[in-house]
C-alpha cells in the first residue's frame, strides 16, 4: 500500500483542525491587536499588527475611567464566592442524590432537572424583592453571590460523575467503618476531580461575565464587577474617549484574560479518569 495515500487523511484532518484553530483564535488576536492601536483601523488590515500604531494608551484611558484592578478585585470576589458556594453545595447535593438512599431523592433531582428549563431572567424581580428588601443585602458582595450560589447544572454534573464510581468501593469503605463524610473526602472526591474541573469553569464563566444582576443589586461603582463597569463605560462614557474603539477592546481584553488563562491551565483535566480501575476483578 502506497505510504503517501495513507498519509492523505491525516495530512488533511491537519489542514482542517489547524483552519479551525485559527477561526476560533482570530477574534481574541483582533482583540488584543484592535486595544492596542493608537488608530483604530476596522478593515482586515487591522488584524494584523503595525508596530508604529501600537500603544498602550487604550489601557490607560478605560483604566482611569472606570478603575480596572477595582473591577478585578470585585470580579474575583463575586466570582470566587460564587464558586466556593457551587463546588461546596453542588457536592453534597450531588453526593446525597446519586450515592444516598433516602425519601424524595427522585422528586428533588426531578425538581433540579425542571429548574433547567427556568430563565434566571424570569426570577430578576423576585430575586432582588428578596435580596435587596428582606435580606436588605443591597449593595454588598453577599448580595450578588446568593442567588448564585447553588447551580444545578453543577449538581447534575456530580451526580452523573458520582453514579460513575463503582459502588463495590463505598461497601468495602463502609465495612472499614468509614462515615459518610469521610466517604465523600476520601473516596468519592479524588475519583472525581474532571467533575470539580468542569464544573468550576463553567461556574466561573457565567458570574465572571455577568452585569445585569450585580447591575441591579448596587449602583455603587467601588463594589461593581469589571463586567458592569465595562458595560457602563460602553453605555455613557465611550463616545467620549479619544479612542473609543480601543478603549472597549482594552477593557474585553482584560476581562477575557482570566478565563482564556484559566482553561488553557485546567483544559487537560476534562478528560475524565478510569473510574473502574479501583475495583479489583
Given at each position: 500500500?502506497?505510504?503517501?495515500?495513507?498519509?492523505?487523511?491525516?495530512?488533511?484532518?491537519?489542514?482542517?483542525?489547524?483552519?479551525?484553530?485559527?477561526?476560533?483564535?482570530?477574534?481574541?488576536?483582533?482583540?488584543?491587536?484592535?486595544?492596542?492601536?493608537?488608530?483604530?483601523?476596522?478593515?482586515?488590515?487591522?488584524?494584523?499588527?503595525?508596530?508604529a500604531n501600537l500603544t498602550?494608551?487604550?489601557?490607560?484611558?478605560?483604566?482611569?475611567?472606570?478603575?480596572?484592578?477595582?473591577?478585578?478585585?470585585?470580579?474575583?470576589?463575586?466570582?470566587?464566592?460564587?464558586?466556593?458556594?457551587?463546588?461546596?453545595?453542588?457536592?453534597?447535593?450531588?453526593?446525597?442524590?446519586?450515592?444516598?438512599?433516602?425519601?424524595?431523592?427522585?422528586?428533588?433531582?426531578?425538581?433540579?432537572?425542571?429548574?433547567?428549563?427556568?430563565?434566571?431572567?424570569?426570577?430578576?424581580?423576585?430575586?432582588?424583592?428578596?435580596?435587596?428588601?428582606?435580606?436588605?443585602?443591597?449593595?454588598?458582595?453577599?448580595?450578588?453571590?446568593?442567588?448564585?450560589?447553588?447551580?444545578?447544572?453543577?449538581?447534575?454534573?456530580?451526580?452523573?460523575?458520582?453514579?460513575?464510581?463503582?459502588?463495590?468501593?463505598?461497601?468495602?469503605?463502609?465495612?472499614?467503618?468509614?462515615?459518610?463524610?469521610?466517604?465523600?473526602?476520601?473516596?468519592?472526591?479524588?475519583?472525581?476531580?474532571?467533575?470539580?474541573?468542569?464544573?468550576?469553569?463553567?461556574?466561573?464563566?457565567?458570574?465572571?461575565?455577568?452585569?445585569?444582576?450585580?447591575?441591579?443589586?448596587?449602583?455603587?461603582?467601588?463594589l461593581q464587577p469589571l463586567?458592569?463597569?465595562?458595560?457602563?463605560?460602553?453605555?455613557?462614557?465611550?463616545?467620549?474617549?479619544?479612542?473609543?474603539?480601543?478603549?472597549?477592546?482594552?477593557?474585553?481584553?482584560?476581562?477575557?484574560?482570566?478565563?482564556?488563562?484559566?482553561?488553557v491551565v485546567f483544559q487537560?483535566?476534562?478528560?475524565?479518569?478510569?473510574?473502574?480501575?479501583?475495583?479489583?476483578?
Amino acid at each position: 500500500m502506497d505510504r503517501t495515500l495513507g498519509r492523505g487523511p491525516t495530512v488533511l484532518r491537519g489542514v482542517v483542525l489547524a483552519l479551525g484553530a485559527l477561526a476560533f483564535l482570530f477574534p481574541f488576536a483582533y482583540m488584543v491587536i484592535g486595544s492596542l492601536q493608537r488608530t483604530p483601523d476596522p478593515t482586515l488590515a487591522g488584524a494584523f499588527p503595525d508596530p508604529a500604531n501600537l500603544t498602550t494608551a487604550n489601557y490607560t484611558a478605560i483604566d482611569s475611567r472606570i478603575g480596572l484592578l477595582t473591577g478585578l478585585v470585585n470580579s474575583g470576589l463575586f466570582t470566587g464566592g460564587v464558586l466556593l458556594g457551587t463546588l461546596v453545595l453542588g457536592v453534597l447535593v450531588g453526593y446525597a442524590l446519586a450515592v444516598l438512599e433516602w425519601r424524595g431523592r427522585g422528586t428533588t433531582f426531578a425538581l433540579a432537572l425542571l429548574v433547567q428549563v427556568v430563565p434566571f431572567q424570569l426570577l430578576l424581580i423576585p430575586l432582588y424583592v428578596l435580596i435587596a428588601r428582606d435580606y436588605g443585602l443591597a449593595d454588598s458582595h453577599l448580595g450578588m453571590i446568593l442567588p448564585f450560589a447553588i447551580n444545578s447544572t453543577a449538581v447534575l454534573i456530580f451526580r452523573q460523575y458520582f453514579l460513575q464510581v463503582p459502588k463495590e468501593l463505598f461497601e468495602a469503605a463502609r465495612i472499614d467503618g468509614a462515615g459518610e463524610i469521610r466517604l465523600l473526602l476520601r473516596v468519592a472526591l479524588p475519583l472525581v476531580r474532571p467533575a470539580l474541573v468542569t464544573a468550576g469553569l463553567l461556574t466561573f464563566i457565567g458570574p465572571w461575565n455577568e452585569f445585569l444582576w450585580p447591575f441591579l443589586i448596587t449602583k455603587d461603582a467601588a463594589l461593581q464587577p469589571l463586567a458592569v463597569s465595562l458595560a457602563n463605560y460602553i453605555s455613557n462614557v465611550a463616545a467620549t474617549a479619544a479612542n473609543p474603539f480601543g478603549a472597549i477592546l482594552a477593557g474585553a481584553v482584560v476581562l477575557a484574560a482570566p478565563v482564556v488563562v484559566l482553561f488553557v491551565v485546567f483544559q487537560r483535566y476534562f478528560i475524565s479518569t478510569d473510574l473502574g480501575s479501583g475495583v479489583k476483578g
